[in-house]
Structures are given as structure tokens and as C-alpha cells.
């Protein structure tokens, strides 16, 4: 199989996805609700470039199936199939926010079974698409170990009640935590990082450039995305 970079669409997904709660000042030292203010975590962290591979296809139909902004689903065919820009950041943003969105992209990909997420489908992904990044490899997996290890809290208004958003933003925040190519030294980093061993609960952090998403959306608007890798 080979994986392309620009059509990495878990870019497009984990940037936006991971952005849901907004960046708002913290008012208070020990408020979890905000991590520390203007962050790119992109600055503190090199993300992998690939993270699930090309999901692309799944992307794409779940958009069709769950619907733009909460509303119905989107008629099938062309007509329904468009979606860039600032609308589709925007329903990324809220289907992340009750969870079927991912539900829907973990489904797709095989990641769920009985409607439980599914430890070993998540790993065996990694072994392909993490393959030529062992560092980011070995991290991705023990954030899975960790965030498939136990019940996490499912918020009691959810629709969708698989654990894939909860478990997909506790894999991040355990990738950033644990990154393999940290910029030291750097005292927005520090706080940032220091806010998240305060608050694991709290909103998970930005791993992924928004930088990689308009370069991807610039040639993806092009056709100029078709850049296998062997």
C-alpha cells in the first residue's frame, strides 16, 4: 500500500477535530478548561506525517453520512460531495464535538468491534503506517496501550457512545506528551506541557499543523496531490 502525504487526510481531520473547545484566555492558574493561551503545539512538537495512512475514502463518506453542522445527512453523489474551506472547518469542528464524527471514521477503518474500539486494529494499523517513523511508532502505540487500557468517561449526553472521539483525543494528548522530537527549551512549551500533567482531562492539545492542512488543501483545490511514497 502506498501512502501519500497530501493524502494523508487525518491531517485535515486531527486539525480541525483537535481545535473543537477554541483557544480562550485562562483566567485562573488552575482552570483545565483552556490550555495556555495563542498556541500552535506544532512549535513544541514535529508530528509524524503519517498517522493512519489514507483514509481519505472514509473521510469523505462519513462528511456524506453524518451531516454538515448537525443537520441531516448530505444527499448522496456530486452534488453533496463538495466541501472545503471554512464550512467544512466548521463541521469538523462541531461532529468532533459529540463524537459520531469519529465514531463513523473509526468504524469505516475497522477500528471498532460490538461498537467498542478496538485495541488490536488500532495497532495493527500502526505497524503499516508508522513503519518508516520507529519513534513515532513506538509512542502512537503506547498512547493506544494506554488510552484502550481502561473505561474512558463518555460525556452522558453523547449520541454516539463507542469511546472512538474519547480514546482518539486521549491517543493525542499522549503523543504530544510523549514526543519523540520535543523542542526544549522554549517557555511556551513548558507551559503547555506542564498544563497538560495538570489536567489530563483537559481539551487535548493541537498536535497537527494547520500549515500541512493548506499546503494539503492547496493541492488537493490543484489536483497536484499524487505524491506516493514507497
Known sequence: MLLSTMESYLLIFSSFLLLAQGAR?????DDCSTPPENADSVSCCEPPR???????GTIHSCAMKVGFDGGPPQ????????????????????RFHDGCFVECLFQGEGFLTDNKVNKQALLDRLQVSLADEPEWKATTEAAVEKCTSSELEIAA??????????????????????????LDGDEYCTSLKSFYQRCPDGPPPQTFPRRRYQHYHDHHHHHHHHHPRP
Open 25 to 29: 484566555i485562562a483566567r485562573q492558574a
Open 50 to 56: 503519517h498517522i493512519w495512512g489514507n483514509i481519505r
Open 75 to 94: 444527499p448522496e453523489g456530486p452534488a453533496g460531495g463538495h466541501y472545503h474551506g471554512p464550512a467544512k472547518r466548521h463541521y469538523i469542528r462541531h
Open 157 to 182: 449526553n453523547e449520541t454516539c457512545v463507542s469511546g472512538s472521539a474519547e480514546t482518539l483525543k486521549c491517543i493525542f494528548r499522549q503523543m504530544f506528551m510523549e514526543c519523540p522530537f520535543w
